[in-house]
């Protein structure tokens, strides 16, 4: 995908016209086409509006139900693989993310089903196992897209590195990691919108790890365009 430079004065014009139109309930898909064509925005754009604009409602909700890292200790945390990996890898490709105006750290960069797993994608388990042992997790559950290629390879992979960091779970490959996520009683980790509204509790895992852990400086925060 080619890429465009991202024209942050227009995009503040934009994001407003955007929220002021989720505000007023019309269609997230219809909104986002209205602006996007009246500004004539690219595809890099229109998904930045799309991930990381949402109305004030949904924002608070979502924020309200985040935990600080303190309060994952002793807790079964369920990861939304794909999700996790892509936007920690995208960070540490230095890709271009974005902080979204309900507090989470997303990408833009339209990978999802050509992922594949690479030598990196190692590195980046063993990002996260550290942080779930310095946090003092009792638990973790992977949840891997059945449908992508080499999911069954991946999650026995993370299966064996979570034995060898000496840590409780399990890596499944499902059909719908986010009907499992949407009923899971603990925290969970992920960015997927649908999500977000359905748990119970949040954890911005791959945000907390790009900001606190690889200190990533290649990130487009929405509230300072607004």
Not at 61 to 66: A, G, L
Not at 76 to 91: K, P, Q, R, V
Not at 92 to 103: E, F, S, V, W
Not at 134 to 142: A, L, M, W
Request: glycine share 4%.
């Amino acid at each position: 995908m080619r890429v465009h430079p991202i024209r942050k004065k227009l995009l503040l014009p934009a994001s407003c016209d955007f929220r002021f139109l989720l505000e007023r309930g019309y269609p997230r898909d219809s909104a986002l086409k209205f602006v996007g064509d009246h500004y004539q925005l690219h595809i890099q754009e229109r998904d930045i509006l799309l991930r990381g604009v949402f109305s004030k409602k949904i924002s608070l909700k979502r924020q309200k139900k985040c935990l600080s890292p303190i309060e994952l200790k002793d807790t079964h945390l369920a990861i939304d693989g794909y999700n996790i990996l892509i936007t920690l890898e995208s960070a540490l490709k230095g890709r271009l993310l974005i902080l979204a105006d309900d507090g989470f750290i997303r990408d833009i960069s339209r990978v999802f089903r050509s992922f594949r797993p690479t030598k990196l994608t190692k590195d980046t388990c063993w990002l996260i196992f550290r942080f779930l042992k310095e946090v003092s997790i009792k638990k973790v559950s992977f949840y891997l897209d059945k449908p992508f290629s080499k999911s069954g390879e991946l999650a026995l992979k993370i299966n064996r590195w979570l034995k060898e960091y000496e840590l409780t779970g399990q890596a499944f490959t499902v059909f719908s990691p986010e009907a499992i996520l949407k009923t899971h009683h603990g925290p969970v980790a992920t960015a997927d919108s649908i999500v977000l509204d359905k748990a119970k509790s949040l954890f911005d895992l791959a945000g907390y790890l790009i900001i606190h852990y690889i200190k990533d400086k290649n990130i487009l925060r929405l509230d300072e365009i607004f």
